[in-house]
DNA sequence: AAATTCTCCTGAAGGC
DNA sequence: TGCCTTCAGGAGAATT
């Protein structure tokens, strides 16, 4: 499931090959994903040059003349530069068309999205109440606490939710909190400054080595299947119910916050 | 207002 | 090539 560091390599990957092209041509084969995608996409957009790739949260933006296209990968979206006229795929639901080359996404669960925004992005809805960035100096500790003063909800749910902080998913918040020594389940108003800080750094830290082990995938990306390998081995607790517990032994256990699974050391998290 | 639950979707995994 | 049920999850929308 991309979470932000696929999404940062995705960003990475697609953007030398169609960086200063202009978009020729959208095939959409089926627009119904998360947000259906609009039936004059093409008319929005063809013709303009495109700029730059970047990425915010876990959306790819991407920077043409008159606005920019706001991608989503969703649970199981992937965007690959497709170099010959290789065909289509079942889910390979559209096409940006460039000189050369296109970006083909593939999404067997629709889950992701395609939209268009003129300038400024920032003012899309989507955009517009986003938090900070996790590995910027705007996630800090200060505005960390800040979002938590008074919160009866768990600091799990809380670092999961995009007004606070971006990019923070399901495996890194579980990761993260394991690495911090914090109960998923704590109200967030009630974990000390000095926990919150460590939680701040756990997040960068476990972020920024996933997108250094995604970033094995770049070199091979046009070619490669999609998915980094680098999850599995480095993984703490998430997957790992019932298994013992890396620090102390005692079995990880299981249980759900906010509809999502939820592993954690009763003994080391506290 | 804050917190929780619902919702979209399909493939994988598990039970029998 | 077994069939059916359950589960997984990003994140906005709906609900409590």
Same mark, same amino acid.
């Given at each position: 499931?991309?979470?932000?560091?696929?999404? @940062? !390599?995705?960003? /990475?990957?697609?953007?030398?090959?169609?960086?200063?092209?202009? #978009?020729?041509?959208?095939?959409?084969? $089926?627009?119904?994903?998360?947000?259906?995608? /609009?039936?004059?996409? $093409?008319? *929005?957009?063809?013709?303009? !040059?495109?700029?730059?790739?970047?990425?915010?949260?876990?959306?790819?933006?991407?920077?043409?003349? @008159?606005?920019?296209?706001?991608?989503?990968?969703?649970?199981?979206?992937?965007?690959?530069?497709?170099?010959?006229?290789?065909?289509? =795929?079942?889910?390979?639901?559209?096409?940006?068309?460039?000189? &050369?080359?296109?970006?083909?996404?593939? $999404?067997?669960?629709?889950?992701?999205? #395609?939209?268009? %925004?003129? +300038?400024? #992005?920032?003012?899309?809805?989507?955009?517009?109440?986003? &938090?900070?960035?996790?590995?910027?100096?705007?996630?800090?500790?200060?505005?960390?606490?800040? =979002?938590?003063?008074?919160?009866?909800?768990?600091?799990?749910?809380?670092?999961?939710?995009?007004?606070?902080?971006?990019?923070?998913?399901?495996?890194? =918040?579980? @990761?993260?909190?394991?690495?911090?020594?914090?109960?998923?389940?704590? %109200? =967030?108003?009630?974990?000390?400054? %000095?926990? #919150?800080?460590?939680?701040?750094?756990?997040?960068?830290?476990?972020?920024?080595? /996933?997108? /250094?082990?995604?970033?094995?995938? *770049?070199?091979?990306?046009?070619?490669? $299947? &999609?998915?980094?390998? +680098?999850?599995?081995?480095? *993984?703490?607790?998430?997957?790992?119910? &019932?298994?013992?517990?890396?620090?102390?032994?005692?079995?990880?256990?299981?249980?759900?916050?906010?509809?999502?699974?939820?592993?954690?050391?009763?003994?080391?998290?506290?």
């Amino acid at each position: 499931m991309p979470e932000l560091p696929e999404v @940062e !390599t995705t960003c /990475a990957g697609i953007a030398p090959h169609i960086t200063g092209q202009v #978009l020729r041509q959208v095939v959409v084969r $089926d627009g119904r994903l998360r947000w259906p995608i /609009a039936d004059n996409i $093409d008319e *929005l957009v063809v013709g303009q !040059t495109l700029h730059e790739v970047t990425r915010r949260g876990k959306y790819v933006l991407m920077h043409f003349d @008159e606005g920019g296209l706001i991608g989503h990968l969703g649970m199981t979206g992937s965007m690959r530069i497709v170099t010959r006229a290789e065909p289509p =795929a079942y889910h390979d639901h559209f096409d940006l068309c460039f000189d &050369g080359c296109l970006v083909r996404y593939r $999404d067997p669960r629709r889950f992701g999205s #395609l939209l268009w %925004q003129p +300038y400024p #992005l920032q003012q899309h809805p989507l955009l517009a109440s986003l &938090g900070p960035e996790p590995l910027t100096d705007a996630f800090n500790v200060d505005v960390l606490q800040v =979002a938590c003063r008074g919160k009866k909800q768990p600091i799990k749910t809380l670092i999961m939710d995009s007004k606070k902080v971006v990019g923070v998913g399901n495996i890194y =918040a579980n @990761e993260a909190l394991y690495m911090a020594g914090i109960n998923p389940n704590r %109200q =967030a108003g009630r974990v000390s400054k %000095q926990r #919150l800080s460590l939680l701040v750094c756990a997040i960068k830290q476990v972020l920024a080595e /996933a997108i /250094a082990q995604g970033g094995t995938t *770049l070199r091979n990306f046009v070619d490669s $299947d &999609g998915n980094p390998g +680098y999850f599995k081995q480095r *993984l703490q607790v998430y997957g790992r119910t &019932g298994e013992p517990c890396r620090g102390c032994g005692e079995p990880l256990k299981e249980v759900r916050l906010g509809q999502r699974s939820t592993v954690y050391c009763r003994h080391c998290q506290r």
